[in-house]
């Protein structure tokens, strides 16, 4: 296997970014017209010489668009990871509970931050103790874990490396399997797309083949189970994604009710995975001057729901993908931060290739 050039490790974490930071402004909205999105982009966009001076409310040129949750998490992410090394869950505990401590307003899980509460007493022992605690003991199935998880990917170029890290970085916030195997099927994508030119048939075929194994196991099926779910959700879901491909397009009401959007693990990721693989091919709703990964944001936003959220976990699989080529850098350097990301990025893709 080839190993990837560092291009895909910043177009990864831009992506990501940008997701977070344009989806942010949509977030949580049942409806996200497209017209209103299109014009909001155009906002972002080097002003023409005649408008000079005289910018338009609203307009987001600059470094205006502050990132969320889910970028202060990957950060920590990410920060974890280069300061040990390799995963250390007692540092990265730490990272998530002082990050939050700092800057509690980026707009946290309504539940997890009582996780970070817990990591921030000195009575705490066992850093995984909290997120068992979560929700009367099922945990949580949020999509934090998942949201935030692309710096495992970014450092662990095994494929059994990148689940068991995965999975114990989400476990440090997300106890139920229906939350963490969310963050090992997002970090699994990463992986997958930073080999890059996978076609979309190999991408989804790999991704059922993992789940199959990763959802097969006592604790997955009794916490499906336990929640009404089938066996095998996320697998099932791929396996929805993959009859979506089959057609030229498919009505949004159709991605919603099979695939979501919302902030269950299990309604967002699968839904961030379709986006980025409808997206490889240009949409006739979207003009076809962006390219295939700002389209993939572009539509992940048009979804509604958690767009941040959505909308940074495809950015980050697109952003691996296409590689840095396709960050806009007027979109980039919107987002809060952006210089940083790029310094994270080089400094991930030096510690990958050491091990
Ligand atoms: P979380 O662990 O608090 O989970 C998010 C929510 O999911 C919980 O608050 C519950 O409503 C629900 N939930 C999770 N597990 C269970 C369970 N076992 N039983 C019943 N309900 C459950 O936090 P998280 O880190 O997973 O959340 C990530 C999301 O929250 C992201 O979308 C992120 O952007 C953020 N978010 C923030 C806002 C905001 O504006 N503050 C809005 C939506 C999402
Ligand atoms: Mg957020
Ligand atoms: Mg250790
Ligand atoms: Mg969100």
């Known amino acids: 296997r080839p190993r990837p050039g560092p291009a895909r490790f910043r177009g990864c974490l831009a992506g990501a970014l940008l997701g977070d930071c344009l989806g942010a402004v949509f977030e949580g909205r049942s409806v996200v017209k497209l017209p209103e999105l299109l014009s909001f982009l155009r906002g972002l966009e080097p002003a023409p010489p005649e408008e000079e001076g005289g910018e338009a409310a609203g307009s987001a040129r600059g470094e205006s668009l502050p990132y969320t949750d889910d970028t202060a998490m990957s950060r920590s992410v990410v920060q974890s990871l280069l300061a040990r090394g390799e995963f250390d869950e007692v540092d990265m505990a730490k990272r998530f509970a002082e990050e939050y401590k700092k800057e509690p307003n980026r707009g946290y899980g309504m539940a997890v931050v009582n996780v970070f509460k817990k990591l921030l007493s000195p009575k705490c022992s066992d850093v995984f103790e909290p997120a068992r605690a979560q929700f009367n003991g099922k945990g949580s199935y949020g999509n934090g874990g998942a949201m935030r998880v692309a710096g495992i990917p970014l450092v662990y170029a095994d494929t059994q490396?990148?689940?068991?890290?995965?999975?114990?970085?989400?476990?440090?916030?997300?106890?139920?399997?229906?939350?963490?195997?969310?963050?090992?099927?997002?970090?699994?994508?990463?992986?997958?797309?930073?080999?890059?030119?996978?076609?979309?048939?190999?991408?989804?075929?790999?991704?059922?083949?993992?789940?199959?194994?990763?959802?097969?196991?006592?604790?997955?099926?009794?916490?499906?189970?336990?929640?009404?779910?089938?066996?095998?959700?996320?697998?099932?879901?791929?396996?929805?994604?993959?009859?979506?491909?089959?057609?030229?397009?498919?009505p949004k009401e159709d991605v919603l009710f099979e695939l979501g959007n919302g902030i269950a693990a299990l309604r967002s990721v699968p839904t961030a995975i379709y986006s980025f693989l409808r997206c490889m091919d240009t949409d006739p709703d979207i003009p076809e001057h962006y390219n295939a990964l700002q389209r993939t944001i572009i539509y992940c936003i048009s979804l509604g729901g958690d767009t941040d959220t959505i909308a940074t976990m495809a950015g980050a699989i697109a952003g691996a993908y296409y590689g840095e080529e396709q960050v806009p850098p007027s979109w980039e350097q919107s987002c809060e931060a952006f210089q940083e990301t790029q310094r994270m990025a080089k400094s991930l893709y030096e510690l990958y290739c050491q091990r």
């Open 161 to 250: 490396d990148v689940k068991k890290f995965a999975k114990l970085s989400a476990e440090l916030t997300h106890a139920n399997s229906l939350g963490y195997n969310g963050a090992i099927l997002q970090a699994l994508a990463v992986h997958l797309a930073l080999q890059g030119g996978l076609s979309r048939e190999t991408f989804l075929e790999q991704l059922i083949g993992h789940m199959e194994h990763v959802e097969a196991d006592d604790k997955s099926l009794s916490d499906a189970r336990a929640l009404g779910f089938e066996d095998l959700p996320f697998s099932r879901r791929l396996k929805k994604i993959k009859e979506f491909l089959e057609f030229s397009s498919v």
